[in-house]
């Protein structure tokens, strides 16, 4: 009778452990994945990022310095504008401002981020587009 008994722990334990290696793979390969830009300057001011899952993009002022980050998003022919300009997170802000965007899963997209001094003042410190896919 032990001998059965361990026969079946066994059996169970491989099942369960290979169970265990199907849902680890399952739930990486549905994990969230980033599109991240950051401006130039020498310490960067402006960050940007998309999360492929919700189509959130976000867009950060990490310095108090007088400028403004503004975010750019590129997809279906259409170039958005997103802006935060409050100089770093206080205590009435997360740090950043966000908006959700209906991206085809699938479609491509691009992001940039720049500093600008006022809403309407020159682009500075842009980083480079960076690219992905929804």
């Known amino acids: 009778m032990k001998l059965l008994h361990k026969r079946t722990a066994k059996a169970v334990g491989v099942v369960l452990g290979a169970a265990v290696v199907t849902l680890t793979t399952a739930t990486s390969s549905f994990a969230a994945s980033s599109t991240h830009a950051y401006t130039t300057d020498d310490n960067p001011g402006g960050h940007a990022w998309l999360r492929s899952d919700g189509e959130r993009f976000y867009v950060a002022d990490n310095d108090s310095d007088g400028y403004r980050a503004s975010g750019y998003l590129r997809f279906g022919g259409n170039t958005y504008r997103l802006d935060d300009a409050n100089g770093a997170s206080t205590p009435s802000s997360a740090g950043w401002v966000s908006k959700d965007f209906s991206i085809a899963e699938g479609a491509s997209f691009s992001i940039r981020v ?12 842009c980083s480079s587009w960076k690219y992905g896919t929804a």
Do not use: E, K, V, W
Not at 117 to 124: E, M
């Open 114 to 125: 720049c500093l600008r001094d006022g809403y309407s003042g020159a682009a500075q410190f």
